[in-house]
Antibody, heavy 120, light 112 residues
């Protein structure tokens, strides 16, 4: 059973960079075959796909966030990470990591989510 | 900009049947968008229900079914139960290098 767990600071100051890591267990990122995504949910709102990375390092980002987003992978630790720069209060959200199926194009496993608040 | 539309709210009686829909602000939803559906209760991560239009995820009861109805994707719950009261999100795959995945705004389903 694949499990994903987000970790990182719960509070980030405006204009700084939000950094989160997703640790994967029960499956290996380096075995390929899946995309590894970040998704966020603003308080009381819907979900927004941020971007994904493949084990090779290939990435795709949501065009609305592309200029501020970097997703990276560390296959030795079986982790992938999100960096979102120049954050504002509008980036306050629950951030989820998820595994994406590249054949049927859906999210089959999700982390529990972590709340990141942007505030001074 | 592509907008995926869902009913903001819906209600169903226990034991009843309800169909939630997922449309596009411009155009029709087809199987080529690989519509998927997720259930979310407060404070929890989304749970995958349906993928590729009509395939149930592992462990999902068969009272949940997906389809294309007219120009929209649809999620039908047959024999609604109290614990089906949740938010339901659809996601459409827009294609690599475009927006990839776009979520609908979600439907809050009340069972009463």
């Amino acid at each position: 059973q694949v499990q994903l767990q987000e970790s990182g600071p719960g509070l980030v100051k405006p204009s700084q960079t939000l950094s989160l890591t997703c640790t994967v267990s029960g499956g290996s990122i380096s075995s390929g075959g899946y995309y590894w995504s970040w998704i966020r949910q603003h308080p009381g709102k819907g979900l927004e796909w941020i971007g994904y990375i493949y084990y090779s390092g290939s990435t795709y980002y949501n065009p609305s966030l592309k200029s501020r987003v970097t997703i990276s992978v560390d296959t030795s630790k079986n982790q992938f990470s999100l960096k979102l720069s120049s954050v504002t209060a509008a980036d306050t959200a629950v951030y989820y990591c998820a595994r994406s199926d590249p054949i049927w194009y859906y999210f089959d496993y999700w982390g529990q989510g972590t709340l990141v608040t942007v505030s001074s | 900009q592509t907008v995926v539309t869902q009913e903001p709210s819906f209600s169903v009686s226990p034991g009843g049947t309800v169909t939630l829909t997922c449309g596009l602000s411009s155009g029709s939803v087809s199987t080529s968008y690989y519509p998927s559906w997720y259930q979310q209760t407060p404070g929890q991560a989304p749970r995958t229900l349906i993928y590729s239009t009509n395939t149930r995820s592992s462990g999902v009861p068969d009272r949940f079914s997906g389809s294309i109805l007219g120009n929209k994707a649809a999620l039908t719950i047959t024999g609604a139960q109290a614990d089906d009261e949740s938010d339901y999100y659809c996601v459409l795959y827009m294609g690599s290098g475009i927006s990839n995945w776009v979520f609908g705004g979600g439907t809050k389903l009340t069972v009463l």
